[in-house]
């Protein structure tokens, strides 16, 4: 493999050293908040499933 042709990963941009500064210095908006709620409930169910929910049968009100 021809080390030349390697890809710099420890490279950042111009662009998001200025996002990484401008998320920093600036308060999140309240829909941005809302959305990192909803995230972090979405996530809290993926890794705290509830197995007492899956006990009926899926059609049994239809």
Do not use: C, T
Not at 10 to 18: C, E, G, H, I, Q
Not at 24 to 46: F, G, T
């Amino acid at each position: 493999m021809n080390s030349n042709n390697d890809i710099d990963k420890a490279y950042v941009s111009p662009y998001d050293k200025f996002l990484y500064e401008f998320d920093a210095n600036h308060k999140k908006s309240e829909s941005q908040l809302k959305e990192i709620k909803k995230h972090q409930r979405i996530a809290y169910l993926r890794d705290n499933p509830n197995p007492d929910a899956g006990d009926g049968e899926i059609w049994e009100n239809f």
